[in-house]
Nanobody
Framework: QLQLVESGGGLVQPGGSLRLSCAAS????????IGWFRQAPGKEREGVSC????????YYADSVKGRFTISRDNAKNTVYLQVNSLKPEDTAVYYC????????????????WGQGTQVTVSS
């Protein structure tokens, strides 16, 4: 059984930064991807970023390109999401999720999910 645990969320002022972490434990395939999603109050969950284990190819939603950076530390089984230049509209619960194979656009193709970490951007 795979477990994912997110951390690093918090309250930050507009323009601020955070580093979100997604620590994985348990069994993983050799080829998999970790995606970051977010869900704001009253809105549907949306994909934010993804990184593949094989070639470390990455994906970013248009709304976060140039501001968010995804990376991984294989030794720590951890994927990071560096979030910079935060805006109030980035306020959401951020989730990481695991899927076998490469990055996938649909949240329904991710098999395991973390519990989420709250990011609030407010002055």
């Amino acid at each position: 059984q795979l477990q994912l645990v997110e951390s690093g969320g918090g309250l930050v002022q507009p323009g601020g930064s955070l580093r979100l972490s997604c620590a994985a434990s348990g069994y993983t395939l050799d080829y998999y991807a970790i995606g970051w999603f977010r869900q704001a109050p009253g809105k549907e969950r949306e994909g934010v970023s993804c990184i593949s284990s094989s070639d470390e190819s990455t994906y970013y939603a248009d709304s976060v390109k140039g501001r968010f950076t995804i990376s991984r530390d294989n030794a720590k089984n951890t994927v990071y999401l560096q979030v910079n230049s935060l805006k109030p509209e980035d306020t959401a619960v951020y989730y990481c999720a695991y899927t076998a194979g490469g990055c996938r656009p649909s949240q329904y193709e991710y098999e395991y999910w973390g519990q989420g970490t709250q990011v609030t951007v407010s002055s």
